[in-house]
């Protein structure tokens, strides 16, 4: 018999009771809590059983990549916070150093360690949601209250670090936003204190229950070969014995400073997905703990005397011309303008005019300050990279998250493509259902820890 066409199977032509197939085609999603509003599958159900299932994605595309086209280098970070929601510092400081391959340009000591430790810290925060949200849907609402609470310690560091919790817009190309607050060692340690506490317990709630065990042991594998004829990267690559890591493969930053191991489990079905999270949540604390005692000062290029004055004192002389000696003259910031002060900027940021932007009190107190601001501010100038092409991978919550950008030389890219983790998983989802139960289904595509943002980019 002819195999039916994708229209006659979604739609079920030829089915019912004339002699055709009795097997009931459903829609799950997009209108389903599991399916994130965003992704519909046709199923062919006999019986509680699913014997084929269509996958549909696309319906929140947000064209993220046409959008990175339209302004300048620097106006497509807010764009990556919105692709993996859940650690966004990955995808600012993936895109970033793309850009600054393209450039040519090696940002400072204490930057790649900055972008270590917040981009592990993320890497835990998304970790906790995908463990807590896949027990929740199983029935496991006090795992889920748990792990939330972790991830609220988390995100307080964020918030501190970043200014913002989720939407955080921090990496820069050539740096980052701001340097790291007095006392966020103490904090971090405080806060991986608790999540490992959190860990244990939810360790003890699931990892041997009975329940939890029976709907996750053997239930959406996939084998080896086929992991890695779809191209699937990270913890799912990880599941079935494969000890692929970009932090190791094609180290960036500090990573080979670090000491860390690459967990990894041989079953390739949802447990073991399942066990290869919580296993590299550990090592994730075990890196941002190296890389803060580690972490070097980095570089002052001015020496500050005298006593600080208000900001708008300070840019009042300077537009009255009044600068002999401003330049040397502390004053005192808010905090949301503080990780632009010199001293802080100079350790976290390259030294090119090019790219990054003056110190507020360089572009207030310095003619030369305020053309270079205006230079990379105006429309028409900004960063301009020279012509070519740059890809940059780095290892995203997810897996391999990388970013492809094509430069004619202007002030805006020519071309952006994003590599999103999420989207080798989804290609391979029908294989990891078919043959389950219906009730199998949502666990299933919740180990896959489908994120829209950059599945549908």
Same mark, same amino acid.
């Given at each position: 018999m002819a195999e039916p066409t994708r229209r006659e199977f979604v739609l079920g032509e030829g089915g019912g009771t004339g002699g055709g197939s009795q097997n009931l085609l459903v829609g799950l999603g997009p209108s389903h809590p599991a399916m994130h509003g965003i992704i519909r599958i046709a199923a062919e159900l006999d019986g509680e059983t699913i014997v084929r299932a269509d996958v549909e994605i696309g319906y929140l595309h947000r064209a993220f990549e046409k959008d990175c086209e339209v302004g300048g280098w620097n106006n497509?970070? =807010?764009?990556?916070d919105r692709l993996n929601y859940v650690s966004p510092l990955i995808n600012n400081f993936g895109y970033c150093a793309a850009v600054e391959k393209l450039l040519g340009i090696e940002v400072t000591e204490r930057c790649k360690y900055i972008r270590v430790i917040m981009s592990e810290i993320s890497r835990v925060c998304d970790h906790l949601t995908c463990?807590? *949200?896949?027990?929740? &849907?199983?029935?496991a609402f006090t795992a889920f209250l748990y792990m939330i609470k972790a991830r609220e310690y988390l995100w307080e560091l964020v918030e501190d670090?970043?200014? *913002? $919790? /989720?939407?955080?817009?921090?990496? $820069?190309?050539?740096?980052v936003k701001a340097d790291l607050p007095d006392g966020l060692a103490g904090k971090a340690r405080n806060a991986f204190k608790e999540t490992r506490?959190? /860990?244990? &317990?939810?360790? $003890? /709630?699931l990892t041997g229950n009975r329940i939890f065990v029976d709907r996750m042991v053997g239930i959406g594998a996939l084998t080896r070969e086929e992991t890695i004829a779809y191209a699937i990267t990270g913890p799912m690559l990880r599941a079935v014995g494969v000890p692929y890591d970009v932090r190791r493969a094609r180290p960036y930053d500090v990573y080979d400073r670090l000491e860390w191991v690459i967990p990894t489990q041989q079953d390739g079905d949802n447990y073991a997905r399942y066990l290869v $999270?919580?296993?590299?949540m550990e090592q994730s604390m075990r890196i941002v703990e190296?890389?803060? *005692?580690?972490?070097p000062g980095g570089p002052i290029n001015v020496d500050a005397e005298g006593r600080p004055i208000d900001p708008a004192a300070y840019v009042d002389r300077g537009k009255q011309g009044k600068t002999e000696g401003l330049l040397l003259v502390p004053i005192t910031l808010s905090p949301n303008l503080e990780g632009q002060a010199r001293a802080e900027l100079a350790r976290v940021s390259v030294g090119d005019k090019r790219v990054v932007l003056p110190p507020k009190a360089n572009t207030y107190g310095s003619i030369e300050g305020l053309m270079n601001h205006f230079m990379l501010i105006m429309d028409g100038y900004g960063i301009r990279p020279p012509q070519g092409e740059a890809y940059v991978p780095v290892e995203g919550a997810n897996g391999e998250l990388g970013f492809y950008v094509v430069s004619d030389g202007s002030d805006r890219p020519y071309r952006v493509r994003c590599r999103p983790p999420c989207l080798p998983p989804m290609a391979a989802l029908h294989r990891m259902?078919?043959? &389950?139960?219906? *009730?199998? /289904?949502? =666990?299933t595509f919740g180990s896959v820890?489908?994120?829209?943002g950059e599945l549908d980019r």
């Open positions: 497509a970070i =807010p764009y990556t463990i807590g *949200a896949t027990a929740m &849907e199983l029935g670090v970043t200014g *913002a $919790r /989720l939407t955080i817009s921090y990496g $820069r190309v050539g740096g506490e959190v /860990l244990d &317990e939810v360790h $003890r /709630l $999270r919580i296993a590299e190296q890389a803060l *005692a580690m972490i259902i078919e043959g &389950e139960m219906v *009730a199998d /289904l949502v =666990p820890n489908m994120i829209g």
